[in-house]
């Protein structure tokens, strides 16, 4: 067996490229189960997040493969070849991982349609300019196992760019809806940007796999608690979450508005489970065009939702509900409407 000398101790060369790459095989072969076992988030962000790891557990692969390269002398066999493909692959994998990335943002924020075929054929020129000119070094050549860049070495990284800027402009849009989800995305473009600085310009090893190992994996956490803090239907914050901040909120003076759909019975009757969903969806909508500007919405019970003000005053609170008011006329449904002010203990 191959064996390298490390800090005077003799390691196994396939045992040393596994610890190379321990968070990476690790926190991917972990977070495949923790993703295909939840039943709380999406589907198909859970379907995105299993690829995304499944994805860089081979990034993880081809990385150590390359590092075992490294150690053979020039007469391996195609070691030149070998070399320049698995970059090509690597770097192929990682824009397949911030395209899922992508998508897992896109179930919860659509991009616009031209967005997401734009995103997908620049995903499918840059693979193929990888692999097509991984053998004439324009991108990327080895010169004594060092990675030298090529003419059009620029390429790849303008690909990474453009991801990392669909990515800040979803932020933009989701942040006021969901501020614990931006974060985690922010978290991600910054992550990212870090590791690719660092991988190619100071040529560093394993940055890129491994820190979107972990940053991904932060994000699926994130993700997870947050559905348990929502409600399934209308992604409102639920009844937990309402009376959570109520506690924390107890030596604050707030002001409650609760509004309850009265009609409900009525689309159960007439349109089943379907019409019960759409009239429910239906109102939360138009609550979070009046009032998310002023405070936090609640479905707290069935027919029943809150919206918890801090700082508005109570005539935009009125404001705010008239307007609701008005808008809620214009459909079939009826509401009954209440305001509480709560005085700090």
Same mark, same amino acid.
């Given at each position: 067996?191959?064996?390298?000398?490390?800090?005077?101790?003799?390691?196994?060369?396939?045992?040393?490229?596994?610890?190379?790459?321990?968070?990476?095989?690790?926190?991917?072969?972990?977070?495949?189960?923790?993703?295909?076992?939840?039943?709380?988030?999406?589907?198909?962000?859970?379907?995105?997040?299993?690829?995304?790891?499944?994805?860089?557990?081979?990034?993880?692969?081809?990385?150590?493969?390359?590092?075992?390269?490294?150690?053979?002398?020039?007469?391996?066999?195609?070691?030149?070849?070998?070399?320049?493909?698995?970059?090509?692959?690597?770097?192929?994998?990682?824009?397949?991982?911030?395209?899922?990335?992508?998508?897992?943002?896109?179930?919860?924020?659509?991009?616009?349609?031209?967005?997401?075929?734009?995103?997908?054929?620049?995903?499918?020129?840059?693979?193929?300019?990888?692999?097509?000119?991984?053998?004439?070094?324009?991108?990327?050549?080895?010169?004594?196992?060092?990675?030298?860049?090529?003419? +059009? %070495?620029?390429?790849?990284? =303008?690909?990474? $760019? *453009?991801? @990392?800027?669909?990515?800040?402009? /979803? #932020?933009? !849009?989701?942040?006021?809806?969901? +501020? %614990?989800?931006?974060?985690? =995305?922010?978290? $991600? *473009?910054? @992550?990212?940007?870090?590791?690719? /600085? #660092?991988? !190619?310009?100071?040529?560093?090893?394993?940055?890129?796999?491994?820190?979107?190992?972990?940053?991904?994996?932060?994000?699926?956490?994130?993700?997870?608690?947050?559905?348990?803090?929502?409600?399934?239907?209308?992604?409102?914050?639920?009844?937990?979450?309402?009376?959570?901040?109520?506690?924390?909120?107890?030596?604050?003076?707030?002001?409650?508005?609760?509004?309850?759909?009265?009609?409900?019975?009525?689309?159960?009757?007439?349109?089943?489970?379907?019409?019960?969903?759409?009239?429910?969806?239906?109102?939360?909508?138009?609550?979070?065009?009046?009032?998310?500007?002023?405070?936090?919405?609640?479905?707290?019970?069935?027919?029943?939702?809150?919206?918890?003000?801090?700082?508005?005053?109570?005539?935009?609170?009125?404001?705010?509900?008239?307007?609701?008011?008005?808008?809620?006329?214009?459909?079939?449904?009826?509401?009954?409407?209440?305001?509480?002010?709560?005085?700090?203990?």
């Amino acid at each position: 067996m191959l064996k390298i000398r490390y800090m005077n101790i003799t390691i196994p060369i396939g045992q040393y490229i596994f610890v190379a790459n321990f968070e990476t095989f690790s926190i991917s072969f972990i977070m495949v189960f923790a993703v295909f076992l939840n039943k709380i988030i999406h589907k198909k962000q859970l379907r995105y997040f299993g690829e995304s790891f499944i994805c860089l557990f081979l990034c993880g692969v081809i990385e150590s493969f390359l590092f075992y390269l490294s150690f053979q002398n020039d007469e391996f066999p195609h070691k030149n070849v070998l070399q320049n493909f698995s970059t090509a692959l690597l770097l192929s994998g990682w824009q397949i991982i911030l395209c899922a990335i992508l998508e897992i943002i896109n179930v919860t924020k659509p991009f616009k349609r031209f967005h997401r075929i734009s995103f997908y054929i620049l995903l499918g020129i840059s693979i193929t300019l990888n692999l097509l000119t991984c053998a004439n070094g324009l991108i990327f050549s080895y010169q004594d196992n060092i990675l030298q860049l090529g003419p +059009i %070495w620029f390429l790849p990284l =303008i690909t990474i $760019i *453009i991801y @990392v800027v669909l990515m800040i402009l /979803s #932020l933009s !849009f989701n942040f006021k809806k969901n +501020i %614990w989800d931006s974060i985690s =995305i922010l978290f $991600i *473009i910054i @992550v990212t940007i870090l590791a690719t /600085s #660092l991988q !190619f310009a100071l040529h560093q090893d394993f940055l890129i796999t491994n820190a979107l190992t972990i940053a991904l994996a932060f994000y699926f956490t994130c993700l997870h608690v947050q559905y348990f803090r929502h409600d399934n239907l209308t992604m409102l914050h639920n009844r937990k979450t309402y009376f959570l901040d109520l506690k924390k909120l107890s030596k604050t003076d707030v002001t409650i508005v609760t509004i309850q759909i009265t009609n409900l019975d009525f689309f159960i009757n007439t349109s089943g489970v379907d019409g019960y969903e759409m009239a429910i969806i239906s109102v939360a909508n138009q609550m979070q065009y009046a009032f998310e500007k002023i405070g936090r919405i609640y479905r707290t019970r069935t027919n029943e939702m809150k919206v918890l003000c801090l700082k508005p005053t109570q005539e935009e609170v009125s404001c705010a509900l008239d307007f609701f008011k008005k808008n809620i006329e214009k459909t079939s449904y009826m509401v009954h409407c209440d305001i509480e002010h709560r005085s700090a203990r």
